[in-house]
């Protein structure tokens, strides 16, 4: 009887300890599944995702769009090794395609305006240079560049990487579950007809869930695309440069990397892999800083 009794303890212990681990929330995961950008159940950023005979299905499910806070003034401590005050966060124009500026379909391979602010990334295979677009994304690139400034890129690793698909990178942690914009809470997607997913193209990742944009982005790396539907030019544009006109609509692009630093992206897209897509051998930003383009 007493053995019995003792087996039983036993038997409710671990039925206790099975619950409790069943009821711990997980944490959203950004990472990359089937040519998709995704969380760790697959679920696509905004919606989820399907894979028909090598073609990519979006089921749209979009998130409200952020909003903006009261001008707030404190300083950035986590994961940075400086200190800066925080900006107060753009208004958000709405959840649209409509473009914010007047640019035509492409402008995002022009060069920056001597003396305009550019994000340099100085990573462990050569250095990538950024250039911004704050009219078209003012939430994103404040968010951006207030983490550049503060050192919170800095030592940071590209933790998942697909080749001929985007390298992704921004998190401290460096397993695609942590980071977080410098207003503490997430934003809404960012949207412009004009500012498309085309190779080089710098964008915010995000859970499936709403309003999930924080600190981690990707390059896009792909050199081929099947074009956008969008526009004639968008689709001539997409198949002289490359891209993943996929995800236009449902991801922000708020920069570029100059084209003549893609050779540094492809060399990232090339190393090797392994679970979850993260490189065997790390890919560190050693220094992620902004500065004013000088023209060269």
């Known amino acids: 009887m007493k053995k019995v009794k003792i087996l039983s303890l036993i038997l409710c ?39 028909n005979n090598g073609s990519t299905t979006i089921t749209d499910k979009k998130g409200n769009a952020g909003t903006s806070s009261n001008a707030t003034t404190a300083a950035i401590t986590q994961n940075t090794t ?59 690139v404040t968010n951006f560049k207030t983490l550049v400034k503060s050192g919170y890129y800095d030592g940071i690793i590209f933790h998942r990487v697909i080749k001929d698909f985007m390298i992704q990178g921004g998190d401290p942690l460096g397993n695609g579950t942590g980071g977080e914009s410098v207003w503490g809470s997430g934003f809404g997607v960012e949207k412009n007809a004009n500012l498309l997913h085309f190779r080089g193209a710098l964008s915010m990742a995000h859970s499936s869930l709403p309003n999930s944009n924080g600190s981690q ?8 695309t099947s074009g956008s539907g969008i526009s004639a030019e968008a689709d001539k544009l997409y198949q002289q440069y490359g891209g993943t006109s996929f995800l236009d609509g449902e991801y922000t692009v708020f920069g570029q990397a100059f084209l003549d630093d893609l050779k540094i ?4 897209a090339e190393v090797k892999t392994g679970a979850n897509d993260k490189p065997l051998t790390a890919v560190v930003i050693k220094k992620a800083e902004v500065v004013k383009y000088t023209g060269k």
């Open 82 to 140: 400086k200190k800066i005050d925080i900006p107060s966060r753009p208004a958000d124009s709405g959840d649209s395609n409509n473009p914010r500026s007047n640019k035509p379909v492409g402008f995002q391979f022009d060069k920056p305006a001597v003396g305009e602010e550019i994000v340099v990334f100085t990573t462990s295979l050569g250095t990538i240079r950024l250039r911004l677009f704050p009219t078209e994304a003012p939430i994103a």
């Open 13 to 51: 212990l671990v039925l206790l300890m099975t619950q409790i681990s069943a009821c711990k929330k997980a944490e959203p995961n950004y990472v990359v599944k089937n040519g998709e950008l995704g969380d760790q159940n697959n679920n696509g950023i905004g919606g989820s995702v399907a894979n």
């Open 217 to 224: 982005f990707f390059i896009v790396q792909s050199k081929s």
């Open 265 to 268: 992206v492809d060399a990232i």
